[in-house]
């Protein structure tokens, strides 16, 4: 049967039942790969300890699965909050004591703006097929001095994104997107989603990027849109200052230099005080 939710088979999958995973389209020679579920559920090891040691304050653990990461967050005193799109999960971790919630990162998340770390361990930055995207999603949730700790694939893999599919037994899951990125994609991808890379280590058999918010880059056409507008702004400004015809308004040739002088001193800081002191200015934005 083929037309089974992803969310159903990675439940049966954390229960027990073997499970794999299949690349869409893979010819007879590719391999399906077991889905580590066992990996997943074991207590967090030294490796995973030291992953844990670039969190800092308060952290939200994306696809957090059966959640042994966050608890040892948890342990270590960190606030944390994981999220998982399987209930089944999101069950196990609070079972392991975990504050967790079922959430999709994309969906309205508490304290959004004010996490410390994002954490996306074992791969979780392949959420969706759309790494940029993701990273995107999760730079909105970082406080601005915050960071993402990112799990990565070995150097020259590049990034892989494809369709796939969750296998038990006579069961296959309806396709998803997932991605794997590597070592030598992480700082241009940053970059795309307005982060900068902080770190870059190897971890045992495990790499790992610390990535923090950085400059938004500007989208393509939206430079052509900038200047487009600046220049209607000028013409319009232009506009206003004549008659429709190229002229000056009446006065405003014999009266500009007077009327500049006289009373622009005395009107300046009075009309800048005035221009400026009425509404919220950004301390007093929500």
Excluded: Y
């Excluded at 083929?2 to 027990?16: I, N």
């Excluded at 396709?175 to 992480?186: E, H, K, L």
């Excluded at 200047?227 to 006065?251: F, I």
């Excluded at 009309?271 to 400026?276: E, K, M, R, S, T």
Aim: glycine share 14%.
């Amino acid at each position: 049967m083929a037309d089974v939710s992803f969310s159903e088979l990675f439940a049966r999958a954390l229960a027990g039942d073997p499970c794999t995973v299949v690349g869409v389209g893979d010819g007879p020679d590719v391999l399906p790969e077991p889905l580590p579920v066992g990996e997943w559920r074991r207590p967090a090891d030294k490796t995973d300890l030291a992953v844990l040691d670039l969190c800092d304050g308060v952290t939200i653990d994306v696809g957090c699965g059966p959640g042994r990461m966050a608890a040892a967050l948890a342990e270590r005193g960190h606030d944390v909050l994981a999220i998982d799109v399987v209930a089944e999960a999101v069950a196990l971790a609070q079972g392991l004591g975990v504050a967790a919630a079922r959430h999709s990162v994309f969906d309205v998340l508490p304290h959004e703006g004010r996490w410390t770390t994002a954490l996306l361990a074992d791969g979780n930055v392949g959420i969706g097929g759309d790494p940029a995207a993701l990273l995107r999603r999760i730079r909105e949730l970082l406080e601005p001095g915050g960071r993402v700790v990112v799990d990565i694939a070995p150097p020259g893999t590049g990034i892989e994104s494809r369709w796939a599919q969750l296998r038990c037994g006579d069961d296959t899951s309806r396709p998803f997107r997932w991605s794997v990125v590597g070592v030598d994609a992480i700082e241009e991808l940053a970059i795309s989603a307005g982060l900068q890379l902080r770190d870059l280590r190897s971890i045992k058999d495990r790499w790992i990027a610390v990535l923090v918010p950085g400059p938004m880059p500007v989208l393509p056409g939206l430079a052509d849109l900038a200047v487009d507008h600046h220049a209607e702004h000028v013409a319009g400004r232009l506009d206003r200052r004549t008659n429709g015809h190229g002229t000056p308004r009446n006065g405003h040739a014999n009266g500009h230099a007077n009327g500049h002088t006289n009373g622009h001193a005395n009107g300046q800081l009075n009309g800048h005080a005035d221009d400026h002191s009425d509404g919220p200015g950004i301390a007093g934005r929500p």
